[in-house]
């Protein structure tokens, strides 16, 4: 059967650009199908604006606190219109790139509308059928609205629509306390807002290494953010410009007051519209397209990427599975996902930012041997720059690889690859000593856990051995 493409995406997201532009640029026939703004997710309202607007919120936090380096200033105004437009405009900067006009010069046929499945092979958009030999969903995912009552009749953000504030909030109030309640409730702290975080966990950062939720809460109470964790919230009501919010906790319920809350409980996969009906495509109890190790759904020939197929909802692994989607949809190579070294980063002040396994699941695993704690505190570019609330935690298995990582710190973001590298390529802890660091530099404090490891391996028997024969 001859087919109107080679391959059809659906989605013009972080992924669904990526599948569009390389298959086209070796020389498949591929159609782009986006009904709403190029970029998706990540340029429009997700990682691009929430980084911009946290480098004005963390700018601000490190005036306040510049009289540690013998620099005493004030800041005179908030100017939260002009923070917003600063987001806006670094949108607008990189805008292009995802642009209609730049995919089309590539020679991706780009349709605005909304894609729905007819058949394993066929699209309907806008009263026109189209077929393609392979079909990539990826159609992102958006924020979830769980059934909390009263949450329909007030008048709430999301990331969807939180940069458009143009006043600052004097109470803002956020329900969930994953990455995006944490790095949009700081920032709004460090602006100048009074900041509640409420969640039904015990900890933040459940999903990190136990050490980070004990000190990322300190950090957050010492700025003055009220957390209320293991709490249930039972109702929400809109009382004139004011929202009122009823949490349960410890057996009590307890009523909060804000001018703004911020519903940041999780995401939930755009798959309603899709068609998927007319096809064999089978999903999870969430709404999540199921995907085999090469991408491909229950259909051999439908594949999917990025937030709507998980497991993992960042852009760079979107822009990975893409990757994947194209070695075996153009080349037919059988690629397969490997998620044993993905980095993620919450953008923080401090930043959070871990690869590979965690201690809990090195140890569930049976993979997990020994692992290396060391304290920022102790690196001299930290003291020297005031980073000082951090850490590096190294997880390694029997033969001393390193399985993991995590390291908070201002600069952790940044950092985490050279883990990420270690992880990819097997290398065991001792590889971090032949590196060259510049000094003073935080990173040094991956040659730092090097050398613990080496000096908790000798036993004392080799130790005496070197000293009698090496050193008299």
């Known amino acids: ?30 159609a782009l199908i986006e009904g709403g703004k190029m ?7 997700g990682c691009v604006p929430s980084k ?34 600063h987001v806006k405009s670094v949108i607008s900067e990189i805008e292009p790139h995802d642009s209609i006009e730049r995919y089309e010069g590539l020679g991706v046929d780009v349709i605005k509308g909304y894609g729905e499945f007819v058949d394993n092979h066929t699209i309907q958009v806008n009263n026109q059928k189209i077929t393609g030999k392979n079909i990539v969903i990826a ?33 803002l109030i956020v329900l969930g306390g994953g990455p995006i309640g944490c790095e949009l409730g700081q920032g709004f702290k460090h602006l100048g807002s009074q900041v509640t975080l409420i969640d039904m966990a015990p900890e933040l950062f459940a999903k990190d290494d136990s050490e980070v939720g004990p000190l990322m809460s300190q950090v957050f109470k010492e700025e003055g953010i009220n957390l209320k964790l293991s709490s249930t919230i039972k109702k929400l009501t809109q009382v004139g410009k004011k929202v009122e919010v009823i949490i349960e906790r410890d057996g009590k319920e307890e009523k909060l007051v804000g001018d703004q809350v911020l519903v940041s409980l999780g995401r939930r996969p755009n798959t309603q519209s899709l068609g998927l009906e007319n096809t064999n495509v089978k999903l999870n109890e969430r709404g999540y397209v199921l995907t085999n190790d090469k991408l491909q759904t229950s259909v051999k020939n439908i594949y999917a990427c990025g937030d709507v197929a998980g497991p993992y ?27 044993s070294h993905v980095p993620w980063t919450t953008y ?52 001393n690889r390193v399985i993991g990582a995590t390291l908070v710190g201002n600069k952790a973001g940044e950092q985490i690859p050279i883990a990420s590298l270690a992880i990819k ?21 991956f040659k730092f856990a090097a050398l613990e490891s080496m000096k908790s391996s000798f036993k004392p ?11 008299r």
């Open 1 to 30: 059967m001859k087919y109107d493409y080679h391959i059809i995406v659906i989605g013009g997201g972080s992924g669904g650009l990526v599948v569009a532009s390389g298959a086209a640029s070796l020389g498949a026939k591929v």
């Open 39 to 45: 970029g998706g997710d990540c340029l429009n309202t």
């Open 52 to 85: 911009s607007f946290l480098k004005a919120a963390h700018l601000a936090a490190n005036i306040r606190t510049s009289h540690q380096f013998g620099i005493k200033t004030t800041i005179d105004t908030i100017d939260l219109k002009g923070v917003m437009n």
């Open 139 to 171: 159609t992102g995912s958006q924020a979830l609205l769980p059934p909390i009552p009263g949450l329909d009749t007030v008048d709430y953000l999301t990331n969807e629509n939180i940069f458009e504030l143009a006043t600052l909030p004097e109470h």
């Open 313 to 339: 909802q960042f852009t760079h692994m979107a822009g990975y599975q893409a990757g994947i989607i194209i070695r075996n949809t153009v080349f037919k190579l059988g690629a397969k996902v490997d998620y």
């Open 348 to 399: 923080t002040q401090p930043e959070v930012a871990h690869v590979g396994l965690t201690e809990i699941m090195a140890k569930s695993n049976g993979s997990y041997n020994n692992h290396f704690f060391l304290k920022l505190s102790d690196n001299d570019r930290a003291k020297a720059d005031f980073d000082k609330q951090g850490f590096l935690k190294i997880i390694v298995d029997k033969k």
């Open 425 to 445: 390529n097997k290398m065991k802890l001792s590889a971090f000593m032949s590196i060259i660091y510049a000094y003073p530099s935080e990173a040094e404090i």
């Open 461 to 471: 028997w080799q130790k005496n051995l070197i000293n009698k024969v090496f050193l």
